[in-house]
């Protein structure tokens, strides 16, 4: 059971709207979460009789299931206009038939009508053949370095737009890297020649695949995008690529950063990421600057995700969709990250606030890489003076010194208690392993045993650097005076 409503944009302490079918079916969900993107054979999703588009929405992940019951909850006063009321009735039969899998219409007015729709489920249930779901693999291949080759930067851009670019039209294939522009496909392993940064991860991304996503959206139909000859609705506007092990990808704007789901019957929205603050990325900085989103790290054993911002990091493992049980029914869940934590660097020398709970202190984010384990969650560079926000309460928080200003970086469990420290300046990193810069050489790091092997001599002075999904790899960017270079490592 789901209420579509609980995936759209909500704060954390909200509480769920899913509660109210809970009671009303007399349900008592108990135990541990379980997380998976994909639904189950048979789902009863519960939308209002008039938001119909809440389906629409969800219509690629809800065409995965193999039966969906569609309960419309019914206002205690029903609509007046019955004229009206049957133009949507004949809406939703439209929808119904054209749906890629079963799909009935139930209603809810009373208790009675959940508890009959649930026994509708039921006996689906019975009768479907259970598809087995195998866990998709997720392992990782580390890539021989590349050559270097020049990045022209757009005028006005800066390593957060390189960052962002890098990510959404960086993928793996069997032959290699390749990075997506808007006029060409690029092999990184053998990439020489300038490349031009075109305006890539603004309204355009690329897929696991190598299909492109865009923008179509309008000013009466914003959040319009197209995958091929498909049309869907999903909310952002800049891409921040796609996992290479789980059908998930991430657009986004501001500071919310929203998920995609990749299914059988093509791409589409998944669900919000839940808000809070200020344990949770700034929102308007100075009084004009937005926080927008740059790109996204999924642990690999999804116990984790990293979402940077133009200010600030947000770490967290509330991934969607969390399922509890209740008897033979799973309900969905979206349970508060009481350790979820927001990082940032501040300098001394900021002009805007000393205040750290105020967000104008947030001056840019810090590097973070997730780690393998709940003992190595992540680590984090300390070449600035880093902070990060703690707190359970709405509104409220805390400030925690992580440390620096050092040419070091720090490693945390899951409980943000530091387990140890290790020279060098991190750059970047993927799949457990960080690019760490010391003594004048690269080294790539497990971030789970310490140990490090030596990638190479250290060229100009790093920008950025943008793992590569699927590898240990990161295509790092560096400055000569007003040039950049980038180079896959």
Same mark, same amino acid.
């Not at 957060?160 to 993928?171: H, M, P, T, Y």
């Not at 760490?436 to 080294?443: A, M, R």
């Given at each position: 059971?789901?209420?579509?409503?609980?995936?759209?944009?909500?704060y954390?302490?909200?509480?769920?709207?899913?509660a109210?079918?809970?009671?009303?079916a007399?349900?008592?969900?108990?135990?541990? +979460?379980?997380?998976?993107? *994909?639904?189950?054979?048979?789902?009863?999703? !519960?939308?209002?009789?008039e938001?119909m588009?809440?389906?629409?929405?969800?219509?690629?992940?809800?065409?995965?299931?193999?039966? !969906?019951?569609?309960?419309?909850?019914?206002?205690?006063?029903?609509?007046?206009?019955?004229?009206?009321?049957?133009?949507?009735?004949?809406?939703?039969?439209?929808l119904?038939?054209?749906?890629?899998?079963?799909?009935?219409?139930?209603?809810?007015?009373?208790?009675d009508?959940v508890?009959?729709?649930?026994?509708?489920?039921?006996?689906?249930?019975?009768? /479907?053949?259970?598809?087995p779901?195998?866990?998709?693999?997720?392992?990782?291949?580390?890539?021989?370095?590349g050559?270097?080759?020049?990045?022209?930067a757009?005028?006005y851009?800066?390593?957060?737009?390189?960052?962002?670019?890098?990510?959404?039209?960086?993928?793996?294939?069997?032959?290699?890297?390749?990075?997506?522009t808007?006029?060409?496909?690029?092999?990184?392993? =053998?990439?020489?020649?300038?490349?031009?940064?075109?305006?890539?991860?603004?309204?355009?991304?690329v897929?696991?695949?190598?299909?492109?996503?865009?923008s179509? $959206? =309008?000013?009466?139909?914003?959040?319009?995008?197209?995958?091929?000859?498909?049309?869907? =609705?999903?909310?952002?506007? !800049?891409?921040? $690529?796609?996992?290479?092990?789980?059908p998930?990808?991430?657009?986004g704007?501001?500071?919310?950063?929203?998920?995609?789901?990749?299914?059988?019957t093509?791409?589409?929205?998944?669900?919000? =990421?839940?808000?809070?603050?200020?344990?949770?990325?700034?929102?308007?900085?100075?009084?004009?600057?937005?926080?927008?989103?740059?790109?996204?790290?999924?642990a690999?054993?999804l116990?984790?995700?990293?979402f940077?911002?133009e200010?600030? #990091?947000?770490?967290?493992?509330?991934?969607?969709?969390?399922?509890r049980?209740?008897?033979?029914? @799973?309900?969905?869940?979206?349970?508060?990250?009481?350790?979820?934590?927001?990082?940032? /660097?501040? @300098?001394?020398?900021?002009?805007?606030?000393?205040?750290?709970l105020?967000?104008?202190?947030?001056?840019?984010?810090? #590097? /973070? +890489?997730?780690?393998?384990?709940?003992?190595?969650r992540?680590?984090?560079?300390?070449?600035?003076?880093?902070?990060?926000?703690?707190?359970t309460?709405?509104?409220?928080?805390? +400030?925690?010194?992580v440390?620096?200003?050092?040419?070091?970086?720090?490693?945390?469990?899951?409980?943000?208690?530091?387990t140890?420290?290790?020279?060098?300046?991190?750059?970047?990193?993927? *799949?457990?392993?960080?690019l760490?810069?010391?003594?004048?050489?690269?080294?790539r790091?497990?971030?789970?045993?310490?140990?490090?092997?030596? !990638?190479?001599?250290?060229?100009?002075t790093? #920008?950025?650097a #943008?793992?590569?999904?699927?590898?240990?790899?990161?295509v790092?960017?560096t400055?000569?005076?007003?040039?950049?270079?980038?180079?896959?490592?």
């Open positions: 059971m789901i209420d579509l409503r609980d995936l759209g944009s909500r954390a302490w909200h509480e769920l709207k899913i109210n079918l809970v009671q009303a007399g349900l008592e969900p108990r135990g541990p +979460v379980k997380q998976r993107f *994909a639904p189950v054979e048979v789902v009863v999703a !519960v939308v209002p009789f938001e588009e809440l389906v629409e929405r969800s219509r690629v992940w809800l065409q995965d299931a193999q039966c !969906v019951l569609v309960l419309r909850c019914h206002d205690a006063e029903p609509l007046a206009d019955l004229e009206l009321r049957d133009y949507i009735e004949e809406l939703w039969r439209e119904a038939s054209g749906f890629g899998v079963t799909l009935e219409l139930h209603d809810w007015r009373c208790d009508d508890r009959t729709t649930l026994r509708r489920a039921s006996e689906l249930a019975a009768r /479907v053949d259970a598809c779901r195998t866990a998709a693999a997720a392992g990782s291949v580390t890539l021989p370095s050559p270097r080759f020049e990045w022209q757009r005028q851009a800066g390593p957060f737009d390189f960052a962002q670019s890098l990510a959404s039209g960086l993928r793996l294939t069997p032959g290699g890297a390749l990075l997506e808007e006029t060409a496909t690029l092999a990184l392993a =053998t990439q020489t020649a300038a490349v031009q940064q075109d305006r890539f991860g603004y309204g355009t991304g897929l696991p695949d190598g299909r492109h996503i865009e179509r $959206g =309008t000013r009466e139909q914003r959040h319009v995008w197209q995958l091929g000859e498909q049309l869907f =609705t999903a909310y952002g506007n !800049v891409v921040l $690529g796609f996992d290479a092990n789980h998930v990808g991430w657009t704007h501001r500071m919310f950063p929203y998920w995609l789901y990749l299914g059988r093509g791409l589409g929205y998944l669900s919000a =990421t839940d808000h809070d603050y200020p344990c949770g990325p700034s929102k308007k900085l100075y009084g004009y600057a937005d926080n927008d989103p740059v790109r996204v790290e999924l690999p054993d116990s984790s995700i990293a940077t911002f200010h600030d #990091v947000l770490l967290t493992n509330a991934l969607p969709i969390a399922w049980s209740a008897g033979e029914i @799973d309900v969905a869940d979206f349970p508060r990250d009481l350790e979820r934590t927001a990082l940032f /660097v501040h @300098d001394q020398e900021s002009p805007f606030t000393s205040d750290l105020e967000e104008d202190a947030r001056d840019r984010p810090p #590097v /973070v +890489v997730l780690g393998p384990s709940t003992a190595a992540y680590a984090v560079d300390l070449s600035g003076s880093t902070y990060r926000i703690a707190g309460t709405p509104n409220a928080g805390r +400030v925690v010194n440390g620096g200003p050092e040419p070091a970086f720090a490693v945390f469990d899951a409980r943000h208690q530091c140890r420290k290790a020279p060098g300046r991190l750059l970047g990193g993927a *799949a457990s392993h960080a760490v810069l010391e003594g004048g050489s690269y080294f790091e497990d971030l789970g045993s310490g140990e490090r092997t030596w !990638v190479g001599a250290a060229q100009d790093a #920008v950025c #943008v793992p590569v999904p699927g590898t240990r790899n990161v790092l960017v400055q000569r005076d007003a040039r950049f270079f980038a180079q896959l490592v």
